[in-house]
């Protein structure tokens, strides 16, 4: 009877042993924005893609609009190992101490995706993304979300229509700049916030592509929107340092080319939801939609791109003329 309970004893072992072994490396995949925009379309994409890729060996769990963690909370739990990636926008790894990322908020660096992809797909970008590893934190892939515009409770054509309002930006110094370059009132403040403030009259405008705007439904709490397409947001995806390394070789290998998958379908979802998102809002009815003339956005390029110039001790002056060159921009020809 004892030898009879040592096998079982040992059967179940094994079988516990067995059950662990198969059990998928599970990945926590927290984001702050709504399922239906392009980083949550394409998170869950990844999420898919690595399934097939590993077999099952991996398990992507992705946590949509701050379920898990807001803004200022995701990049310190992610450090901590509390969730395995994020796809923060770029502006958050200048508080983090990588200031480099702040060039993408330069305003008006980068007119199109032409421009940007030049920078973002290339040696210039994978050197951006390998300053995040002293941080603890792998650099995946950049992902597109679109270019901004401004929105408002009242009419913007100028930059002078911008003076003595208040903005709601992300923490960066370089939008903190570029508000206060057009004479406008900085507020940083939480993504998830926003909407409540922008209804209240707490801030009186912000700036967001179309599919953040829509999908948020700020739209519907702000009357005018003007296409300035001024600036570029995008998102970083990042992954425990400790975490990644400690992954089998082969399966951080198929994760790698989920990943690649996964940005080539991000990038090419991107603008077509940031186009439908302007058609939804125009549809709607509740936000007038206005297009600056040329003339009238050479005013904002204008107001705005002197502060480059301000930024190089921060961001670095190699790295924006490095820009300058893979874009072919002239700041002297404005």
């Known amino acids: ?153 009242f009419p913007i054509k100028s930059p002078a229509d911008m003076k003595g309002k208040k903005f709601r930006i992300q923490s960066s110094k370089v939008l903190e700049e570029q508000m206060r370059s057009l004479g406008a009132l900085p507020q940083v403040m939480a993504f998830s916030e926003v909407y409540q403030a922008l209804d209240t009259g707490v801030v009186d405008g912000t700036e967001n592509p179309h599919s953040n705007m829509f999908t948020q439904k700020m739209h519907e709490v702000q009357t005018h929107m003007t296409l300035t397409e001024h600036g570029y947001l995008g998102y970083a995806v990042i992954v425990n340092k400790k975490f990644w390394d400690g992954l089998p070789a082969d399966v951080r290998g198929q994760l790698e080319q989920a990943m690649k998958d996964s940005t080539a379908f991000a990038n090419k979802i991107a603008k077509e939801d940031n186009d439908n998102a302007l058609e939804g809002i125009k549809k709607s009815g509740k936000t007038k939609i206005y297009t600056p003339t040329k003339e009238e956005k050479l005013a904002f390029k204008k107001a705005m791109v002197p502060m480059h110039k301000k930024m190089e001790s921060r961001i670095g002056a190699e790295l924006i003329q490095s820009i300058y060159k893979e874009t072919g921009f002239d700041a002297n020809k404005l």
């Open 1 to 153: 009877m004892k030898f009879k309970n040592t096998l079982v004893g040992l059967s179940l072992a094994a079988m516990s042993m067995l059950a662990f072994a198969q059990a998928p490396i599970v990945i926590k995949f927290s984001h702050v924005v709504a399922a239906d925009t392009p980083k949550g379309k394409a998170s869950v994409f990844f999420a898919t893609r690595a399934a097939e890729l590993t077999k099952g060996k991996v398990k992507v769990d992705v946590y949509a609009n701050s379920a898990l963690y807001k803004d200022k909370e995701e990049m310190e739990a992610l450090q901590l190992g509390a969730v395995q990636m994020l796809a923060p926008s770029l502006a958050k790894f200048g508080p983090l101490g990588v200031k480099e990322f702040e060039a993408f908020d330069l305003p008006y660096i980068m007119d199109d995706y032409n421009d940007l992809h030049k920078v973002t797909q290339g040696a210039l970008g994978a050197s951006i993304l390998k300053k995040l590893e002293p941080k603890g934190i792998v650099g995946l892939a950049f992902w597109d979300n679109g270019f901004k515009s401004f929105s408002a409770k």
